[in-house]
C-alpha cells in the first residue's frame, strides 16, 4: 500500500492541478483560491473553485470535485486506473504493474505504442499529401469544393488523402518502419504477391480518434465513385469499429448531459453539424451497435438519431430502435429526427437558412415513445381487429424493456393511446363508449 501511496504523491509532485486545469478553464484570483467557470456544466457565473494548498477542485453549482485524477475521470470518463496511466505519462513516468517503474513496458503496452506511433505517421503522411493538391486544378479536390470543405477544416480535423498504392508503404520504409510490424499490426495487408498495399488509394482520409486524440484508424471516402462510398481500416486489437464513434475525441467538450448530441451518419455530416454550432459524432458505417450507443450514454441522457432521409437511413433508424429498446432507462433513452427528400444533415446546411431549417427538426424530435408506436402503425386503425393487431405489437415489443419502471409507464402510455383510438373508431359507428365499473361496453345508439 505504501509503494502506491508513494507513487501517487510522487504524480501530484510532478503535476500541477492548476497547470492541469488551466488547459481547459480560464481560472481567475479569489482569495488563496483561483475560481473559473465549470468545465462539466454550464453557467453564467463561477462556481468552480480550486484550492491550491489542499490540491484540489470544487464547482459549487454541479458538486463535482477531487483532486487531478479525479478532474481526468470526470473530463475523459475514464476510470481511476486509466487517469493513472495518462497523468504517469504526462508526468514522464513509465508504468508496470501499478508500480512506479523505470523498466520497459511489457510487450502488450509497447505494442501499443508503437502502433499509436505508427498511426500518427499514416495520419501525417495522409494529411500533407492533401495540401500539397489544395491549390492544383486537380480532380481530387472538388469533393472539397462541393462540400465547402476549406483549409481551416481540413487542419482542424486532419483530412488527408490516399494517392496511391504504393506511396504510403514506400513513406514508412524510409521511416525505418519494418514492414512486417505493418502486417503483424493490421495496418497492412498482403497483396497476391506479398507486398503490402494501402486499401485507401484515392479517397478523401478521416482520421478516427479515441477520447485521447490518439489515431485509432480512419475512413476513406472515394474520390473517383469506385468502390464502396465509404470503408473504414481493418479491425485489429486497437481498432474495432463497433466500439468507436467518429469525432468521439471532442465529446469531453460537453458541459452537460441534458445538452444535444447528434448521431449522424456521415463523416462530413458531423463536420457541418460541428461548424454549425451543434455537436455530433457518427457510428462507423450504419450498423449502430450497442457499445457505441453506451458511449454516447455516457456524456449525454438522450442524444438524437439524425440519419439520412433515405429509404436506408430510415431503415437503420428503426433497426437502432430495436437494438436499444431493452436498455431503455430514465437517463437512457434516444430521440429521433427523420428528415424529408432524401436529404442529409451536410446538405441541409449548406442551404440558405440550413440552421434554421435544422434547428426547427430538431425542435419537433420525436421521443422513444412516439418513435416506437409510429414504427407499428402499419395499417389504418379504423378497425377494431387493426387496433388489436397494433395492440399486441406494441405490448409486445414493450415487455422487452428490463427496467421495470419505465416499462410499467410505457405499456400504461401505450394503453391510453390504444384507448383513445378505439374511442375515435367507435365514433365512426353507430355505437357511443362508456366504461362502468372498469368494465368496457359499446352501446349501441337509438
Known sequence: MSENIDFLKIIKSRINIVDLISKDVKLIRSGNNLKGLCPFHNEKTPSF???????????????????????????????????????????????????????????????KRKYFEIMQLISEYYHNNLKKILNENDYRTKILKEKKIEINIIEKYFLGLSSDIDGLANFLEKKYIDLELLFNLGIFKKNQYGKPY???????????????????????????????????S?????????????????????????????????????????ENGYSAVAPLGTAVSMDQINLSWKYVNHPIVLFDGDEAGYKATLRMLDLVLPEIE??????????ENQDDPDMILKRPNGKSSLDFYNKNKKSFIETLIASEVQNNLDTPENILIFKKKLLYKVNRIANKEVRSLYSYIIKEKIKETLMTSVKKTNYSYQSINKDNFFIKNN
Do not use: H
Open 330 to 339: 430514465a437517463e437512457k433513452s434516444l430521440n429521433f429526427i427523420f428528415l
Open 198 to 232: 494501402d486499401m485507401f488509394t484515392n479517397r478523401l482520409m478521416f482520421p478516427i480518434k479515441d477520447t485521447f486524440e490518439r489515431v485509432l484508424g480512419f475512413g476513406g471516402r472515394t474520390l473517383d465513385n469506385k468502390g464502396p462510398k465509404y470503408i473504414n
Open 49 to 111: 473553485v480550486i484550492n491550491i494548498a489542499k490540491e484540489s477542485f470544487k464547482c459549487f453549482g454541479c458538486g463535482v470535485s477531487g483532486d487531478i485524477f479525479s478532474y481526468i475521470m470526470e473530463k475523459y470518463k475514464v476510470d481511476f486506473k486509466e487517469s493513472l496511466r495518462m497523468l504517469a505519462n504526462e508526468a514522464g513516468i513509465k508504468l508496470q504493474q501499478n508500480k512506479f517503474s523505470n523498466e520497459k513496458y511489457d510487450k502488450k503496452t509497447e505494442e
Open 234 to 274: 481493418w479491425e485489429n486489437s486497437f481498432f474495432k469499429k463497433r466500439s468507436l464513434l467518429y469525432n468521439m475525441n471532442n465529446l469531453k467538450n460537453l458541459k452537460s448531459r441534458s445538452q444535444d448530441l447528434f448521431m449522424v451518419e456521415g463523416y462530413t455530416d458531423v463536420i457541418s453539424m460541428e
